[in-house]
């Protein structure tokens, strides 16, 4: 057999190729596996709305906690004063229970009729029997009188004890909330914190666009609404018309178009944000009233005024403000009062919004509300077409 040949080395010049194209590779791969695109300006809009969101969910959990919690601790205290009154009666039964004891034992070591026997006046001894008599009689209605008080405090003691529990699960349960809530905030603040003034200014004109956007097309409804009623106001007169003249009477005389003015073309339309009057008065004037005077306020999650509010805070002190309580939670808040249609809406209702109604304003008419939004920004009035509406309630 021939000798196997061994394979020559690479020579210096292919072994530089070969680690230089290694090395571009391990750079490649490396690359590949660690670089992340930057996310856009609509996806860091996109999750700071979602964290403001899921952030203000759990807002008005914290709120409905915070509302069982004050309301637990109310119980708690009317208990344990009602358990404190329990033993004052039951030490003053207890001192009286003793005396009529004492006084039971000094008289009764001796058998009556013995007593009788020894005693040198009957009669003055016959008077001490029917009072022990009736000192037995007190020992009696006594220990029965203990007896209810004892199962009396016993109750409310128990009943002390289970409010107590309640109360320290709500104040976990609220505790937890506010962790969330806090954490929530953090997120977004940290996502804002990372764009420039430029991309923030981007951020807020997208939101003043989206809100311009949905009082377009809410006065466009409107609009559209009003040329449908008119048209079947006009369809209606006009069969009235006919039937009279079928009738042989005589039409109504008919108004020329002409003649009717048309509206000022120099009467500008308002601004998507500008607040229309306050009603005259009433109720829903109250209310409406004290809502565009929070206007520009600071939001402040579980705030109920009167520097800042939060969402359902605001609408609790508006109603406060017409002298109607309402609960402090928005879900709470739509349980109240009569659903309202979107076309029956009148100013002081109720709006409320997302699938687990979590956000409420105050609608002022013209297909707006004042509501406060969420952290970082000021009570406003706002098209209620920019969030998914769900419904309104008049208290």
């Given at each position: ?22 090395a ?9 596996a ?23 969910q ?11 919690q004050?309301?637990l ?8 004063e ?19 004891g ?10 009556p ?6 005693d ?30 004892q ?84 369809k209606?007169?006009?069969a ?35 607040p ?13 009233q ?12 579980s ?93």
């Amino acid at each position: 057999m021939g000798k196997r040949r061994k394979p020559s080395p690479p020579s210096r010049a292919r072994l530089a190729v070969l680690t230089t194209a290694v090395a571009g590779g391990a750079v490649l791969a490396s690359g590949t596996a660690h670089a992340e695109p930057a996310p856009t300006l609509a996806s860091v809009k996109e999750q700071v709305d979602r964290l403001n969101e899921e952030a203000e969910q759990a807002i008005e959990r914290f709120n409905g906690f915070q509302e069982k919690q004050q309301k637990l601790q109310g119980e708690a205290n009317r208990i344990q004063e009602k358990v404190a009154r329990g033993q004052e009666a039951m030490n003053e039964l207890r001192t009286q229970l003793g005396v009529v004891g004492a006084e039971q034992y000094r008289n009764n070591g001796i058998d009556p009729g013995i007593q009788l026997m020894l005693d040198s006046d009957p009669a003055s001894y016959l008077g001490r029997a029917s009072v022990q008599d009736q000192v037995a009689g007190s020992w009696t209605d006594l220990l029965k009188r203990a007896q209810d008080e004892q199962r009396k405090l016993d109750q409310e003691r128990t009943e002390a004890a289970a409010t107590l529990a309640d109360l320290d699960a709500v104040g976990a349960s609220l505790n937890a909330q506010k962790n969330q809530i806090q954490s929530k905030l953090a997120q977004s603040e940290a996502l804002l914190n990372k764009l420039s003034a430029e991309e923030r200014a981007k951020i807020n004109a997208q939101e003043a666009a989206d809100k311009a956007k949905a009082a377009a097309q809410q006065a466009a409804a409107a609009e559209r609404a009003k040329a449908a009623e008119k048209e079947a106001a006009d369809k209606a007169k006009a069969a009235a018309g006919k039937e009279t003249a079928g009738k042989g009477g005589t039409p109504a005389p008919q108004t020329p178009a002409a003649s009717t003015p048309a509206p000022a073309a120099s009467t500008p339309a308002p601004a998507a944000n500008t607040p229309a009057p306050p009603a005259a008065g009433g109720r829903a004037a109250a209310i409406v009233q004290f809502a565009y005077a929070q206007l520009g306020k600071p939001y402040g999650w579980s705030r109920t005024g009167p520097s800042s509010f939060d969402c359902s805070g605001l609408t609790g002190a508006a109603y406060r403000a017409a002298d109607v309580s309402l609960p402090r939670t928005s879900q709470e808040q739509w349980k109240v009062g009569t659903r309202i249609g979107r076309g029956d809406l009148q100013p002081g209702d109720l709006v409320f919004f997302y699938p687990d109604l979590h956000h409420v304003g105050v609608y002022i008419g013209d297909g707006k509300m004042i509501h406060a939004p969420r952290t970082g920004k000021n009570i406003e009035v706002l098209p209620i077409g920019v969030m998914p509406y769900m419904g309104a309630v008049r208290p």
